[in-house]
């Protein structure tokens, strides 16, 4: 099973596209200058410009994070779009970091280095003394470099990335492997990821090699065994841990790692998350009887899912299933799509779940966090996941206005959809001779009674929700497909507190609106946002509803006129609260879940 480049997919007006664009334009408001600054000043060049804040402060250790997410965001831009100015700044990030690559070891730095803070923070970390991940930040720029070559054909990008993969052997070599798993207690992103990724590129076996290395005995060995053992551990840090081991295996066929990351994947998605489909709290996990407790205002990181929805990639392409599609759309909808502030395009570090409470955003200038990072990342790849193929198959797994051009098959495909707005999806097909392969359309487990048409005749349907439906025949050019999903009101409780319950329309999650009233600066400028005071502040009584969940169901009424828009009688006489999709409420308190009582 295959996913088509992002240069195949093209997005079409709709939500997706929308949050394409802002990001789109955040990214040309930042400074390739800026960004470089602690780059050039560490390898002892000219630095112009004024540095950001933040994260990316000079005195912040984990300075050049986000410099790698925005050469990878700018190539996902670049591969999504077509336009030519993020390729040049793609290029433009490249060159400096060659020029600071090649001036370090003038200052003391052993060849092939690369990075905006001392070679002795590495030091730092093998002697466990205290430090700000700086393998974490490495993985983030070899992941931009890399990206630089795959989506840019950028010819600078590998060479510095070899050589900094070098530098990663003289380091990791002299280290004995209990030393090496002692590092390893240190967050250190996807290094075991990116490294995999590259042995796929040069077929070098020190690549594959290191890769191993990074692979973390202490947490992996458990999953291996199919055991849980993710609680209280920091839930970001063991997301790519698993990603790596996914790659891992597709090179090498080792079934453990298949199998550990197949685990990993089943608890989270099914156990340890919320209805958006994002999971931790304060970025951890916790005991699955206590969701309850937490319900707070920095729950579900938005980096978690970020890289979840990744993890579920390598999922669904070892065996395709609706059941992976479904996760997959439940994060994307409700999580990321909802993460990204419509009036400014910055974004969600974590998704407050705390009743009363807001969404808060980064600023321009002066956060960069590492939501901020995988935020800019997150709304370039929305074409990456709508369609799959394999030999004889095209998989249409997302109800995404989009075209796909397969030009391999002689094929294009256009999806026109309003979906969730609308329940129906029409797929045209132009072709440039008719051809026989399989259509395989998603039937989520939230829809009922799909319809299918062909040029206007019904197509008889023997698939169950939560399946596939497979479509075989030769096609001609022309032909069009029209698939309904009709969607229903549903409810799903927190897990372990059944009185705790949120609504859904088909996949998407409803939040109760409930004001503007008493609102705070919602755009954090503090480098820590788990201690912004935004967090602490007081949050207003929730409205309790009244009945069991299927009764409170039964008395939600649609607004007509409004898509996706429901209104409800709360259990305090307050009056009728309105219900929208998480992803369109910003600005105002709301609620996710809800307290409802049995009837007296």
Not at 119 to 127: A, N, Q, T, Y
Not at 283 to 288: A, D
Not at 328 to 344: K, V
Request: net charge negative; proline share 6%.
């Amino acid at each position: 099973m295959k996913s088509f480049d992002l240069s195949q997919v093209r997005l079409l007006d709709g939500p997706f596209k929308a949050a394409l664009e802002r990001d789109a334009a955040y990214l040309l408001q930042l400074e390739p200058e800026r960004l470089l600054y602690n780059f050039r000043v560490n390898a002892g060049l000219p630095a112009t410009g004024k540095p950001y804040g933040g994260w990316e402060a000079p005195d912040c250790e984990l300075r050049g994070h986000f410099v790698g997410h925005y050469v990878s965001a700018c190539a996902l831009m670049y591969a999504s779009t077509g336009q030519s100015v993020f390729k040049e700044r793609v290029g433009a990030l490249v060159a400096g970091f060659a020029e600071c690559q090649a001036a370090l070891p003038s200052q003391g730095y052993h060849p092939g280095y690369l990075s905006a803070f001392p070679e002795s923070f590495f030091d730092r970390v093998e002697g466990r003394n205290p430090v700000w991940a700086p393998y974490y930040t490495l993985h983030k720029i070899m992941a931009g470099l890399l990206d630089a070559h795959l989506y840019c054909g950028n010819p600078q990008a590998l060479p510095v990335l070899e050589d900094l993969t070098d530098w990663v052997r003289f380091r990791v070599d002299k280290l004995s492997y209990e030393q090496m798993q002692i590092t390893l207690l240190m967050e250190f992103g996807g290094m075991n990821e990116v490294l995999a990724n590259l042995y796929g590129v040069t077929k070098n076996p020190d690549h594959l090699r290191l890769s191993l290395a990074f692979n973390d005995e202490v947490v992996l060995e458990p999953l291996m065994r199919g055991e849980d053992r993710l609680n209280r551990l920091h839930a970001n840090t063991q997301i790519p841990k698993l990603i790596g081991l996914a790659r891992q295996y597709e090179l090498t066929d080792d079934t453990r790692l298949r199998d550990a990351a197949r685990f990993f994947w089943e608890r989270v998605a099914f156990h340890h998350s919320y209805v958006i489909g994002g999971h931790s709290d304060d970025e951890l996990f916790f005991p699955l009887d206590r969701f309850a407790d937490h319900l707070s205002s920095v729950s579900a990181e938005t980096c978690n899912t970020y890289n979840m929805l990744r993890l579920t990639r390598h999922i669904f392409q070892w065996e395709p299933s609706a059941q992976a599609m479904d996760f997959y759309e439940r994060g994307l909808f409700n999580h990321i799509l909802a993460s990204q502030d419509p009036h400014t395009g910055m974004m969600l570090y974590f998704a407050s779940l705390k009743p009363g409470h807001v969404k808060v955003y980064n600023s321009p200038e002066e956060s960069f966090w590492c939501c901020t990072g995988t935020g800019i990342e997150n709304h370039a790849r929305y074409g990456e996941s709508i369609y799959f193929h394999d030999e004889d198959a095209l998989y249409v797994n997302l109800f995404i206005a989009s075209e796909l051009n397969w030009a391999a098959r002689g094929l294009a495909l256009r999806q026109e959809t309003r979906f969730p707005e609308s329940d129906t999806t029409r797929l045209t097909l132009t072709l440039s001779q008719p051809s026989r392969f399989r259509l395989n359309l998603r039937y989520p487990a939230w829809a009922k009674e799909a319809q299918v048409t062909i040029n206007g005749a019904v197509e008889t349907i023997h698939a169950q929700p939560g399946s596939i439906i497979p479509l075989e025949r030769e096609w001609q050019n022309g032909d069009q497909i029209e698939l309904r999903l009709p969607m229903q009101l549903h409810s799903e409780s927190l897990p372990g507190a059944p009185h705790l319950v949120s609504f859904l329309y088909g996949p998407i999650v409803l939040a109760g609106a409930l004001g503007a009233a008493d609102m705070p600066d919602v755009y954090v400028r503090d480098p820590n946002t788990r201690n912004a005071a935004v967090n602490f502040l007081r949050t207003p009584p929730v409205p309790g509803l009244n009945g069991t969940p299927q009764i409170v169901l039964s008395h939600i009424e649609p607004v007509a006129g409004e898509p996706l828009t429901f209104r409800l009688q709360d259990a305090d006489a307050v009056g009728m609260i309105e219900l929208i999709p998480f992803y369109c409420l910003h600005h105002q308190r709301y609620t996710v879940y809800w307290s409802c009582a049995a009837p007296v």
